[in-house]
């Protein structure tokens, strides 16, 4: 089976790429579904404050590799090839690495500040803070969990400043090409 982790700054692009695995028939497992079963069966509002907290909580409890955990136990050993949005530690790098040995590709995705910025205030996710100074706080969050050093151990980096059509494309061809 092969894993595809996507991983990337708050609003980089891995709900796109996402969708088009989804649309090549590819099952997709998000990091993020996990934490918000957790805020749930917390009887929490699904909020940037609490899906943040929730997180960060588990991860000084459990270990930083806990939703990588729970994630992979969605997998359906079946599959052939599978898609992981939100990877954000090493630990979790680390975790589908041992699992998945040489069929794990770790696939960054990047845009610019002021790109992200924008799409989020557009897009109006219900976890997405929505001022520019919550979204800076989001991503000092994110990184603080460590996923510059995520992006930094990618095994393909993608662009995201053009187009969504060019985007899609992009995705496309690296899925099919798997």
């Not at 894993?3 to 590819?26: D, L, N, R």
């Not at 404050?49 to 270990?63: P, T």
């Not at 790098?93 to 799409?119: C, M, N, Q, W």
């Not at 996923?147 to 099919?176: M, Q």
């Amino acid at each position: 089976m092969k894993v595809i982790a996507f991983t990337g700054m708050p609003g980089s692009g891995k709900s796109e790429a996402v969708k088009v695995a989804k649309e090549m028939g590819i099952p997709v497992v998000r990091m993020g579904d996990c934490v918000w079963e957790e805020v749930k069966r917390r009887r929490l509002e699904i909020n940037d404050e609490n899906v943040g907290r929730i997180a960060d909580e588990m991860r000084e409890k459990y270990g930083k590799d806990i939703w990588a955990r729970r994630t992979f136990e969605k997998i359906d050993r079946s599959w052939n090839k599978v898609v992981i949005d939100g990877i954000r530690s090493a630990e979790e790098v680390d975790f589908f690495r041992e699992k998945v040995g040489k069929d794990f590709l770790l696939v960054a995705i990047h845009a610019s500040p002021e790109t992200r910025y924008d799409r989020m205030l557009k897009r109006k996710r219900k976890d997405d803070s929505l001022s520019i100074q919550d979204l800076k706080i989001r991503d000092e969050r994110e990184l603080k969990w460590g996923i510059g050093a995520v992006i930094a151990l990618a095994d393909v980096i993608i662009i995201n400043e053009g187009s969504l059509e060019n985007f899609h494309s992009e995705i496309r061809k690296l899925l099919k090409d798997l």
